[in-house]
């Protein structure tokens, strides 16, 4: 049994202060950093190793003290901060009109400073697609968007800490009036949760990110790192006289755009025809014949063809920012149901899914994640019920609508490790990570699998033989 912090001598959490925690706080392990009334004079802060708790975040709702945290993965509402209001606020207002964010698609909250400076946040919920984006992706964008207006602070930043709303000296301000109105927790949840979302793929194309090599030589070997070395070099030199087709050529540059996560469809098909314009090199016939009109359209067609395409999958830098399984992982899951390939599969998901909370003692995994990400509508409760029996789980089966999922703890180890990868990317897949454990042609892989897991081999076949 591993050892866990207890917090059982502090006050339990009321509704609205967990459904803050569920906001802001989900899946947080560390660091974090908190600033007292007093500090806030300073713009002091004292920074801590350890991650949140439920007595500071209760703190930090009763005013005590404020919170700063590393952003979530994917966190549902970004802002900008506003230090310097006599340069930056008109500016800031005035392109954001520019761009098409109503009204309703934000909220402004004041900082400790408000008072002696006029400090204050702009609050969003950016969405791509419908679905949330990545903390990397809306720093991008808000750059991308705003990046011309000097000295502005975005967030959540990649590895940096963001105060979190709620905090003492927080209320709700009027961009225009300045008139102030004090709001307390559940009201600020409500205009929260009431921003109406800004969808950025309709955002109108900013200053275009500079694409940069991923490296001079990628020393691992492998047909899709090859395919990033030739994208690449088309990207820097052009088209070549032994070089792939023009076609082929633009489709390279396209997918290693999106791979880079700093392009979107339209972006990318005009940084595309500006590129084949600047580096055909003489080596395309359509080209020579300034047949740029079916160019440009075969561009606009790659384009939607590869974002759209790739939209069910995410970025390299997104994707490997998940926590990737272990060879460990691999390993326990085939020791836990030897031979039975579904119930291994569905304890390789729960590993993955617990790994980042397991320094915890309770991890609240709620019903969607259990039929999602571990197993389906029809075999979780089934799997629930087995690891029960094994003594591997305990539950808390206490559960509130919107306010509370249902917590369970784990009794056993979860080995460290590096996560295993393929290509460059993380293994999600359990069948993917076995065969990364073993060497040799697929006969071999198959055999070693079949020894390691106990899964028929016919049904190693299904599957392994998939690429």
Same mark, same amino acid.
């Given at each position: ?37 007093v ?56 392109k ?28 969003? /919920? ?28 975005? /967030? ?63 020393e691992?070997s ?13 990207l ?18 396209l ?23 600047? *580096? ?48 460990a ?11 039975e ?78 996560g ?14 076995? *065969? ?32």
């Open positions: 049994m591993l050892e866990f912090m207890n917090n059982t001598e502090f006050k339990k959490l009321n509704a609205d202060q967990q459904e803050l925690s569920d906001l802001f706080l989900f899946g947080h392990t560390g660091p974090h950093r908190t600033q007292t009334p500090q806030a004079l300073t713009r002091s802060w004292t920074n801590h190793n350890a991650p949140t708790n439920d007595k500071l975040l209760i703190q930090h709702c009763d005013g005590e003290q404020t919170i700063a945290k590393i952003p979530a993965w994917y966190p549902i509402f970004g802002n900008i901060d506003i230090d310097s209001p006599r340069a930056q606020e008109k500016p800031v207002l005035d954001m009109q520019e761009i098409g964010i109503g009204a309703d698609q934000f909220a402004c909250f004041t900082t400790p400073r408000f008072r002696s400076n006029g400090n204050f946040r702009i609050y969003f /919920n950016f969405q791509l697609h419908g679905k949330p984006v990545t903390a990397r992706l809306y720093e991008d964008v808000l750059k991308n968007q705003f990046g011309q207006i000097q000295n502005l602070e975005y /967030n959540p930043r990649h590895n940096a800490a963001d105060r979190l709303i709620g905090g003492f000296d927080c209320h709700l301000v009027d961009t225009y009036s300045k008139q102030i109105t004090k709001v307390n927790l559940r009201e600020t949840l409500d205009v929260l949760k009431g921003i109406k979302p800004v969808e950025i793929s309709e955002l109108p194309i900013g200053k275009l990110p500079e694409i940069k090599r991923v490296s001079n030589v990628l691992t492998g047909s899709r790192n090859e395919f990033i070395i030739e994208a690449e070099d088309l820097q030199n052009g088209l070549q006289k032994n070089s792939c087709t023009r076609h082929f050529a633009q489709g390279k540059v997918f290693l755009l999106w791979l880079k996560n700093a392009y979107n469809e339209v972006s990318a098909a005009e940084f595309v025809k500006n590129w084949i314009r600047l *580096k055909h090199n003489g080596f395309s016939k359509t080209v020579n014949s300034g047949d740029w009109r079916n160019i440009d359209r075969a561009i606009e067609r790659q384009a939607k063809s590869i974002f759209v395409t790739a939209a069910n999958k995410l970025p390299d830098a997104v994707h490997n920012r998940i926590v990737s399984a272990t060879s992982d691999v390993i326990a899951a085939a020791k836990y149901a030897p031979g390939a579904v119930r291994q599969k569905q304890f390789f998901n729960l590993l993955k899914v617990i790994r980042p909370n397991f320094k915890h003692e309770w991890i609240y995994i709620p019903w969607h994640t259990w039929v999602n990400d571990i197993a389906s509508a029809k075999t979780y409760r089934g799997f629930q019920m087995e690891l029960l029996a094994k003594g591997l789980m305990v539950a808390d089966w206490r559960y509130k609508k919107d306010v509370e999922s249902r917590k369970f703890k784990f009794n056993f180890k979860l080995e460290s490790g590096a295993l990868t393929s290509n460059g990317r993380n293994v999600d897949c359990y069948y993917d990570a076995l *065969k990364t454990l073993c060497a040799g042609n697929r006969r071999e892989v198959i055999r070693e699998i079949h020894s390691l897991t106990g899964i028929t081999k016919k049904t190693l076949r299904e599957h392994v033989n998939k690429e």
